[in-house]
């Protein structure tokens, strides 16, 4: 059975009412969710089940499930168990997803000021990195560091888009990213927009506005392989 996302309209939710509607051995599946399942490069959500009775699951990691649009909520190790029909109220852990909505954010931005086939990334609370090809002489710190905050200080706001699988065909331009192909199946594909800086494919969660990111500094520039240059972001 499908779970309705309802992150992917509104990044904000922190809550909402849901109805379990399967319990396996991985986890829990719910008929709506404001968790974030691991994808992208972006890490699961993490949070709580909790049922009127009192009984409250701590949610250790969000996966995908079998099929498209399935979300499975991971319990950490010795939670209560859940049981099929079971009404909770699904909560992140907010500061947590947040932190993440401005990481993910910021490398959208980053993939604007260095211009090149993005080959890997990664997202997490504290900081994200994403690898690409190109020459390691080309990377200059301080100058990305510089050029990052520059458009994050426009304070431009954020847009989602969604086209059909078709129209994406005929503009391969927009899919940056060689690793991870935007997901497909389901006839049409979700973009992020940022005015007058990026416009590509992403499923993940960002902020309503760039001026959420703060300031960023780089932390370290490496290479990662003949085809990989590193460039690792945190929050300044």
């Known amino acids: 059975m499908t779970t309705e996302l309802l992150f992917r ?9 849901a109805r379990v509607t399967a319990a396996t051995e991985r986890g829990y ?3 709506r969710t404001v968790f974030y399942p691991m994808g992208g490069g972006q ?21 995908k499930g079998e099929g498209l649009d399935v979300v499975v909520h991971v319990p950490e190790a010795g939670a209560p168990a859940l049981s ?7 909560e992140i ?12 954010t910021c490398l ?3 993939s604007c000021v260095v211009v090149a086939p993005v080959t890997g990334g990664n997202i997490a609370p504290d900081k994200g990195r994403l690898d690409f090809d190109i020459d390691m002489i080309l990377l200059d710190a301080e100058k990305i560091e510089r050029e990052v905050n520059e458009l994050i200080g ?25 690793s991870v192909q935007p997901p497909r199946g389901s006839g049409r594909v979700r973009l992020l927009r940022i005015p007058g800086i990026d416009l590509q494919p992403c499923g993940g969660t960002h902020v309503r506005n760039i001026g959420e990111i703060g300031r960023v500094r780089v932390l370290k520039i490496r290479s990662e392989g003949k085809k990989n ?8």
Do not use: N, Q
């Open 9 to 17: 309209d509104d990044a904000y939710l922190k809550s909402c009412t």
């Open 108 to 110: 959208h931005v980053l």
């Open 154 to 178: 426009r304070a431009v706001d954020t847009e989602t888009v969604w086209i059909t699988d078709e129209e994406l065909d005929a503009k391969p331009e927009l899919v940056k990213t060689m």
């Open 93 to 104: 852990d907010w500061d947590r997803r947040y932190a993440m909505m401005r990481i993910h």
């Open 29 to 31: 599946e719910l008929d």
């Open 84 to 90: 099929v029909g079971d009404e909770v109220t699904a």
């Open 229 to 236: 240059r590193r460039v690792e972001i945190g929050f300044a």
């Open 43 to 63: 890490a699961g959500d993490t949070g709580w089940l909790r049922r009127a009775d009192g009984v409250s699951v701590r949610i250790a990691d969000t996966r």
